[in-house]
C-alpha cells in the first residue's frame, strides 16, 4: 500500500482557483487513474494513463487536466475550481496484462468552498 | 454509456448471517468482474474478482457468481463478522487499449450488528 501515495490529503481552495492533486507510485506501473468519490455516486473515473505522455479521458473528464511527463507520478489539475468539485479523489494504478487489479492510494478530501 | 447498478445501497445483517450484494451491467462487451471494500476513511481494496469465463469464485467466507446471459454478478459473504462492515463496490470492465477500464456501482454499505 505505501507504493502509491497521494498529496495533499485535505486541500480546501476557493472557486476558480487552480489546484493540483498529486499521484506517485513507486511499482513502475504502466497505467495510472484517478476518480472522484461522491456520495451516490460511487467512484467514477476522470481520467487514466497507459504509460508515460499517454493519456485519455474518462467518464467525468470536464474541468480536469492531467498529464504524466514519467512513469511514477501523474498530477491532476483542476484548472478553474468549481463547488461541484469537491469530493475525494483517488489515484490508483495497476500493471499492464499481469493483473487486473487497480491499486488506489490513500485519497485526497478536496472542498472548494 | 456503460452503467452498473448496485443493490441495495445499504444492507443490515447479524453477525454469522450470510450477505448478499447483487449488480447489473449494461455493456454485454464486460468480462472482467472485481469487487472492492472500502472501510470508513481507508482506501478501495479488491476483494474477489471473476473473469467472463467462470461461473462462480469462493475466497474462504466470499463467493461471487456470475450470471452473462442476465447481465448480473453477485457477492456473497457467509458468516458474517463486525470486520466485514463496510462499503462494497462492484465494477464490471472489458479491456482498452490493453487496460480494464472500470465502471463502478454506485455502493453498498454493509453493517454487521453483534
Known amino acids: 500500500d505505501a507504493g502509491i501515495t497521494q498529496s495533499p490529503r485535505y486541500k480546501i481552495t476557493e472557486t476558480g482557483r487552480q489546484v493540483t492533486l498529486m499521484c506517485h507510485q513507486t511499482?513502475?506501473?504502466?497505467?495510472m487513474f484517478w476518480y472522484r468519490q461522491d456520495l451516490g455516486h460511487g467512484l467514477r473515473l476522470i481520467y487514466y494513463s497507459a504509460a508515460a505522455d499517454i493519456t485519455d479521458k474518462g467518464e467525468v473528464p470536464d474541468g480536469y487536466v492531467v498529464s504524466r511527463s514519467k512513469t511514477e507520478n501523474f498530477p491532476l489539475t483542476l484548472e478553474s475550481a468549481t463547488r461541484s468539485q469537491t469530493s475525494v479523489y483517488f489515484c490508483a494504478s495497476s500493471e499492464r496484462q499481469e493483473s487486473y487489479e487497480q491499486y488506489f492510494g490513500p485519497g485526497t478530501r478536496l472542498t472548494v468552498t | 454509456g456503460e452503467n452498473v447498478e448496485q443493490h441495495p445501497s445499504t444492507l443490515s445483517v447479524q453477525e454469522g448471517d450470510s450477505a448478499v450484494i447483487k449488480c447489473t451491467y449494461s455493456d454485454s462487451a464486460s468480462n472482467y468482474f472485481p469487487w472492492y471494500k472500502q472501510e470508513l476513511g481507508k482506501r478501495p481494496q479488491l476483494i474477489i474478482d471473476?473473469?467472463?469465463?467462470?461461473g462462480e469464485k469462493k475466497d474462504q467466507r466470499i463467493a461471487v457468481t456470475l450470471n452473462k446471459t442476465a447481465k448480473h454478478f453477485s457477492l456473497h459473504i457467509t458468516e458474517t463478522q463486525p470486520e466485514d462492515s463496510a462499503v462494497y463496490f462492484c465494477?464490471?470492465?472489458?479491456?482498452?487499449?490493453?487496460?480494464?477500464?472500470?465502471?463502478f456501482g454506485t455502493g453498498t454499505r454493509l453493517k454487521v450488528l453483534a
Open positions: 465494477a464490471a470492465s472489458r479491456s482498452t487499449s490493453g487496460t480494464y477500464k472500470y465502471i
Open positions: 511499482w513502475s506501473h504502466s497505467y
Open positions: 471473476i473473469r467472463s469465463n467462470v
